[in-house]
């Protein structure tokens, strides 16, 4: 019968590849079976059975840094006066960056600042030194004052973290 089938499918069709399997069961596997239409039936034999492909596994994502708490005080910013100036890291002062002057802080550190009266953050590049003000724990570009909600005011209290060493 099978053979009935087959040869009926080769004279449909040139010399072509078909994909047989039992939909009886789960386990069946697939037999590839070449069909030409000059072969008799009976010399017809099925392919290898082809082995699955192996799913390619999806990288984990980075873990979340993890900022280490470091302080509260008032938090200032820079003024547009500023603009193209060198900082102390040689980069020129951008207000549209997310960067911000540190006394002490190594250049290039990610500090997580939050604004302590509504709770919004901002993650901030060191690369400059600052604040000169007795009274100011870090001086913000324009862009990070403005994600604060302190830019109108032109100052705020802040909580600072920085980013842990892996």
Same mark, same amino acid.
């Given at each position: 019968?099978?053979?009935?089938?087959?040869?009926?499918?080769?004279?449909?069709?040139?010399?072509?590849?078909?994909?047989?399997?039992?939909?009886?069961?789960?386990?069946?596997?697939?037999?590839?079976?070449?069909?030409? *239409?000059? @072969?008799?039936? &009976?010399?017809?034999?099925?392919? !290898?059975?082809? $082995?699955? =492909?192996?799913? #390619?596994?999806?990288?984990?994502?980075?873990?979340?840094?993890?900022?280490?708490?470091?302080?509260?005080?008032?938090?200032?910013?820079?003024?547009?006066?500023?603009?193209?100036?060198?900082?102390?890291?040689?980069?020129?002062?951008? *207000?549209? @960056?997310?960067? &911000?002057?540190?006394?002490?802080? !190594?250049?290039? $550190?990610? =500090?997580?600042? #939050?604004?302590?009266?509504?709770?919004?953050?901002?993650?901030?590049?060191?690369?400059?030194?600052?604040?000169?003000?007795?009274?100011?724990?870090?001086?913000?570009?324009?862009?990070?004052?403005?994600?604060?909600?302190?830019?109108?005011?032109?100052?705020?209290?802040?909580?600072?973290?920085?980013?842990?060493?892996?």
């Amino acid at each position: 019968m099978r053979a009935i089938i087959i040869s009926k499918v080769a004279a449909l069709c040139s010399a072509t590849m078909f994909l047989i399997a039992s939909p009886l069961h789960a386990d069946s596997a697939l037999v590839r079976v070449a069909v030409s *239409p000059t @072969a008799p039936a &009976a010399t017809l034999s099925p392919a !290898p059975v082809l $082995s699955p =492909v192996p799913a #390619t596994a999806v990288p984990a994502p980075p873990p979340a840094p993890v900022y280490q708490p470091m302080g509260k005080g008032i938090a200032s910013y820079y003024g547009r006066e500023l603009i193209g100036a060198r900082t102390a890291s040689g980069e020129r002062y951008d *207000p549209g @960056a997310l960067t &911000a002057a540190h006394r002490s802080l !190594p250049m290039g $550190s990610h =500090v997580q600042v #939050t604004n302590a009266a509504t709770g919004q953050s901002v993650i901030v590049t060191i690369n400059d030194r600052g604040p000169f003000h007795g009274n100011r724990v870090i001086d913000l570009s324009q862009a990070a004052a403005r994600q604060l909600g302190i830019e109108r005011a032109g100052s705020g209290m802040v909580s600072l973290a920085v980013e842990a060493d892996d």
